[in-house]
């Protein structure tokens, strides 16, 4: 059966990417999500997409340089809350599927952290266009249900070839591979990011898809 996730919980216009607001409408209606993860300087797990605040905030600062309150405190200015992921767990009541991108290159300790975080979770995994994130995860807890995300750029053949490592139990690829033939002798799961239209979704509708507005 086709699974279906809402990408950075984006079911609608007018929410806010990687929200607590936009996550709750998402599980009230059933819908698993996919959500990005960073850690800040005090080693908060949070979902939030990019790796500085220019875009979203106007502020030239990373991540990893600066608190999970003193990333809050510029967000509040914007009308904005940056969750850590504990708070989406919590929300999600162990009900929806969540798959978590890991943006950033985590340390080991951030790695354990984060299998402490998800341990009791029963429907989720582990996703990184960053192979090493995976490798050393797979390494710690190879039970893990843990992916690697594919860039609309990489060859169908080194796509294929990666499939057959252990750690790579799912795949997750732009939809343009859904047009490759040679992607179907693949037997492990896949997603498609991202679907944003209605008849997309209806054609493809035997795929696993990662899309918006529902």
């Keep these: 059966m086709p699974h279906n996730l ?26 698993g999500i996919e959500t990005d993860l960073h850690v800040t300087r005090d080693d908060k797990i949070i979902c939030f997409h990019d790796f500085n605040l220019k875009k ?4 030239n600062k990373y ?6 309150n003193e990333i809050n405190i510029i967000a509040k200015k914007f009308s904005y809350y940056v969750p850590e992921l504990k708070e989406l767990i919590k929300i999600s009541k162990n009900k929806n599927y969540l798959m978590l991108e890991i943006k950033s290159c ?20 582990i996703t990184s266009f960053n192979e090493q994130n995976i490798k050393k ?14 860039a609309s750029t990489t060859r169908v053949n080194k796509i294929i070839q990666k499939s057959k490592l252990p750690y790579a139990k799912i795949l997750v690829m732009e939809k ?11 037997k492990k ?23 918006e507005i529902i």
Excluded: D, M, V
């Design 56 to 59: 979203k905030f106007k502020s």
């Design 106 to 125: 985590f340390s080991k300790n951030n790695l354990i952290k984060l299998i402490n975080q998800t341990k009791k979770l029963k429907s989720f995994s």
């Design 6 to 31: 809402i990408h950075r919980g984006l079911a609608k216009k007018k929410f806010k990417e990687n929200t607590l607001q936009a996550f709750k409408y998402c599980f009230k209606r059933n819908f």
């Design 137 to 150: 995860l797979y390494r710690l807890k190879k039970k893990l249900n843990l992916g690697i995300i594919f």
């Design 176 to 186: 343009k591979f859904l047009l490759k033939k040679k992607i179907n002798i693949i």
């Design 189 to 211: 799961p896949i997603y498609f990011y991202t679907a944003k239209n209605k008849s997309f979704k209806k054609k493809y509708k035997e795929k696993n898809l990662i899309f």
């Design 63 to 68: 991540i990893k340089n600066l608190t999970f």
